[in-house]
Every structure is written in structure tokens, then in C-alpha cells.
């Protein structure tokens, strides 16, 4: 079939036709990112979005079809591709996998009715029949649940530390270890902070990594604060309290002529190459960022040390959370007790999760598994820290949060904020979070009505906030 479609890029002459071309090759990319329905052959299909994920799946995966002689299909695919087919096919009645995952950005949209129209299973009764609703972690499972329902199982926790360059604190004799708040944080890196001491024309170290633009980041410090994009009935709540207060603090650590942040993306060589220069002295570590330190700066190994989240006033929480997958089962699958017990298998017992836990430093939500010892072992990357215990203890404060379909507008709202507010400060030359706070609510206050206005267009809405405790 392929062959008469590519004979239609020349004409008779044997010349191109460029444009031509480039249609045919995007339809024939188009065609390598979709899926053709679950395979025949196949007893069971499993789809996921993360290569780490499928490594350590895939022995579980093996040993159950062995033992039920069972053929299970393992397929591994971009997120957009995977989110886009099992839209398509849940919306259509397409046949999807029979177990399948989605991450915390996207896997909101699904939700996007009442959850008994969704073609989901859900797994409240499933849970508490089995006694596994009690060794999950509870903050973890607060993502996945719509109009009432649990319609995904949390694969991971997420917990949020610092990563902080321990060998640039120890050149300068500064410790960390009684910091308690943010503003105790700042104060004590102030000497170091911002100053050019090589007098090479830039500034030797920043306190911390974050700019206004990496809405992620700034979503993570309102949670940690006890504020949320979403309210339990699932509208908007960008204005709400503590979220301006915390946005006007974190772009005044963006101004002035003492600032303490810088940008320093995440994932790419430039990034990479600050943080071993240490341009920064701290950056937000959700426990997966310890793998990719690990795995794309190997220079920095023994020059750093994972530490708690500064809390926003004494005894406040010390972590927030960042990321995020689920595992949800098709209410048309094809063997239901095989996606059910093989779901089980990949989440609840020890073999992935040691494999996750080692391969992409993901942090399993069965508290149960948190006792095992691979949690527990010195790392030295880390100077030797356990940095699996320290997670372990920040785990069961992790902020709670709600998956949306509206989330992505959330963020990007978000992210026009805080950048809008940087700039006004600029302009003003403001660098008080008590001259920020007010600007920042009324920015914030717009964008909420705006991303109101956009889920006031949803006609399930009001029966789903009906059903919302």
C-alpha cells in the first residue's frame, strides 16, 4: 500500500513535488504515532507513556502471562499519542488497552462528565473490599477522582525536597540544617546569594532556580501553602487565599538588585551545564528529579544532598508535590479479573516497585513497601544521604490535589500571572511582597473569571458539582 503513495512525491520528470511531499509525510508520521486497536493475538494490552515504566513492568508483566498462559501486548508510546487514542476510543466505543496509563497534566481530560458516562472503571468498591485502600498512601489517591469516584490508581507519591549544592554551602562553612522557612532559607544563602566574587561580570551563585515562567514550580509552592488551583466542587480558585501572598513572594525573589533566583530549565544541555557550575545553590527535586541528576549531570555526584522544602511559616509543611500517573481500566475491557489482578500486580507488590524506585527514583504510594530496604540504602550521588528515607517522611504530608480537564488553562493562567507581575514589579521597581500581594490578587482575580467563563461552556458541570461533597 505504501508503494503508490510515495510515487505520488515525483512527477513524471522525476522531480519532487515538495509540497506534496511534505503532506504525505505528515500523514505517514501522523500514522506512526497512532495505534491500530488492541491486537487479536492478544490476550491483554497494556499501554504506557514512560520507557522507565515498561522496564519495570516487564517481568511482571512476563511472569503473569506465564502462569495464567495468557499473551499480554506491552506498548510503549509518546503521552500525546496515547492521550489522544484513549480519548478517541473511550468517547467512541473504539476498543482501547485493557490497562492503561496517563500522567497528571493530561489524564484530566478525560474527565469531562459525569464519571458514570466516562467508560471507566471505578475502583472505590475494588479498593476497600480488598484491603488495599488502607496501604495507600491518601494524599495520593485524591488525583484520580472524579464526581465522587476513584477512576485511576496512583502509581507514585511525588513528594518535593531540594536539591542543594552541599559542596558550594560547605566551601562557604554555611549550613542548612536548622533552616525552617522560606524566610529563614533566604537569610541565611543572603551572603553568598547574588554576588559576583571572581569579578567575572555575574554573579557567582543564586539562593534558588525558579522564575515566574515555570508555572509547575509555582503551583507547587501554592500547595505547599495549602491553596489549590481547582475547589472541591472543581471551579477555579486561582485568587483564592494563600495564592496571591505566595506568587507576590516568589517574584520578589525574582527583583531587585539582590535577587535571589534565576531560571535554570529543567532538561536541557544549557540547564545542565548551570547546575554543575552552580549557578544556583537549591532547585525543587520531586523524587523522580533525583534520577535525572543522576542520570544526565554525573559530575555533580557527592556534591549535593536532597533537604526538605522550607515551610512557609514555622511548623508549616515542609514538601508539595510535583507530577504524577495513573493506571485506569476500561469499563468495555476484555477480561476484567485478568486487568484487575495484573493492575495489582504492577502497583501494589515489591518487584516494581523497586525496579521503579531504582530505575526513575519514583517513590511507590503502598506504605506497606515503604519498610523495604532498597527505600533505605546511602546513595552516593547524594553524599551517602538515604534519600528514599527522607521522602518516606515527607510522603505523608504531601498536599493533596484534583485532576481537571482544565488544568492545563490553570497553569498557563498561571503562568501569564506571574509573569505579568514580575514585569509591573520591574517597572515599579517593587521588591516588597506586601507591595506585590494586592497586584498579584487582582491579576489573579481576572484570570480566574476568565478560566471560569471557559467551564461555564461544559454542560456537565453543574451535575458534577452536584454530586461533589
Same mark, same amino acid.
Given at each position: ?28 508520521? +501522523?500514522? @506512526?504515532?497512532?495505534? %491500530?486497536?488492541?491486537?487479536? =493475538? *492478544?490476550?491483554?494490552?497494556?499501554? /504506557?507513556?514512560?520507557? &522507565? ?107 518535593? +525536597?531540594? @536539591?542543594?549544592?552541599? %559542596?558550594?554551602?560547605?566551601? =562557604? *562553612?554555611?549550613?542548612?540544617?536548622? /533552616?525552617?522557612?522560606? &524566610? ?286
Amino acid at each position: 500500500m505504501i508503494r503508490p503513495v510515495l510515487e505520488l512525491m515525483f512527477d513524471l520528470t522525476g522531480r519532487s513535488k515538495p509540497l506534496l511531499l511534505i503532506g504525505v509525510l505528515a500523514v505517514i508520521s +501522523g500514522g @506512526i504515532l497512532s495505534f %491500530d486497536p488492541p491486537q487479536e =493475538h *492478544s490476550d491483554l494490552e497494556v499501554w /504506557v507513556f514512560a520507557e &522507565e515504566h515498561a522496564r519495570s513492568y516487564r517481568d511482571t508483566i512476563i511472569t503473569y502471562a506465564d502462569r495464567h498462559d495468557l499473551r499480554i501486548n506491552l506498548l510503549r508510546v509518546d503521552i500525546q499519542a496515547l492521550m489522544q487514542r484513549v480519548r478517541s476510543g473511550l468517547y467512541s466505543g473504539t476498543p482501547v488497552a485493557d490497562v492503561f496509563e496517563l500522567e497528571y497534566a493530561t489524564a484530566g481530560q478525560l474527565f469531562r462528565g459525569p464519571p458514570e458516562n466516562l467508560g471507566l472503571v471505578a475502583f472505590d468498591e475494588l479498593l476497600s473490599e480488598s484491603g488495599l485502600l488502607e496501604q495507600i498512601n491518601p494524599p495520593s489517591l485524591a488525583a484520580w477522582q472524579h464526581g465522587g469516584k476513584q477512576l485511576g490508581l496512583p502509581h507514585d507519591v511525588h513528594p518535593v +525536597g531540594l @536539591i542543594v549544592r552541599q %559542596d558550594i554551602l560547605d566551601h =562557604h *562553612s554555611i549550613s542548612l540544617d536548622d /533552616v525552617e522557612t522560606w &524566610e529563614d532559607f533566604f537569610r541565611t544563602l543572603a551572603p553568598i546569594a547574588n554576588v559576583d566574587a571572581d569579578a567575572d561580570g555575574r554573579p557567582d551563585h543564586y539562593a534558588i532556580s525558579y522564575w515566574p515562567t515555570q508555572s509547575g514550580y509555582t503551583e507547587l509552592l501554592i500547595r505547599q501553602a495549602g491553596g489549590r488551583l481547582f475547589d472541591e466542587n472543581g471551579r477555579p480558585s486561582l485568587s483564592a487565599d494563600p495564592a496571591p501572598k505566595v506568587l507576590a513572594h516568589a517574584v520578589s525573589w525574582c527583583v531587585g538588585n539582590q535577587r535571589f533566583a534565576t531560571e535554570i530549565p529543567d532538561f536541557t544541555d544549557t540547564g545542565n551545564r548551570r547546575k554543575v557550575r552552580g549557578d544556583a545553590i537549591a532547585y525543587f527535586a520531586p523524587d523522580w528529579m533525583t534520577a535525572v541528576w543522576r542520570r544526565e549531570m554525573p559530575e555533580n555526584s557527592g556534591k549535593v544532598r536532597v533537604i526538605p522544602m522550607p515551610a512557609w511559616e514555622p511548623g508549616g509543611r515542609r514538601t508539595s508535590v510535583y507530577g504524577g500517573t495513573m493506571l485506569a481500566i476500561p469499563s468495555d475491557n476484555r477480561s476484567f479479573d485478568h486487568a484487575w489482578e495484573l493492575a495489582q500486580e504492577m502497583y501494589f507488590s515489591v518487584g516494581p516497585a523497586e525496579r521503579t524506585w531504582k530505575s526513575a527514583g519514583v517513590l511507590s504510594p503502598i506504605t506497606s513497601l515503604w519498610s523495604e530496604p532498597f527505600y533505605h540504602e546511602p546513595d552516593e550521588y547524594f553524599q551517602g544521604q538515604q534519600i528514599g528515607s527522607l521522602y518516606i517522611e515527607l510522603a505523608p504530608t504531601v498536599p493533596p490535589r484534583a485532576a481537571s480537564p482544565y488544568l492545563p488553562a490553570a497553569q498557563s493562567f498561571l503562568q501569564s500571572v506571574g509573569v505579568r507581575l514580575l514585569d509591573i514589579a520591574r517597572e515599579q521597581n517593587m521588591t516588597s511582597p506586601k507591595e506585590l500581594e494586592p497586584i498579584a490578587r487582582e491579576l489573579l482575580q481576572a484570570a480566574n473569571e476568565q478560566l471560569d467563563s471557559v467551564l461555564e461552556r461544559n454542560p456537565f458541570l453543574a451535575e458534577i458539582t452536584e454530586q461533589a461533597p
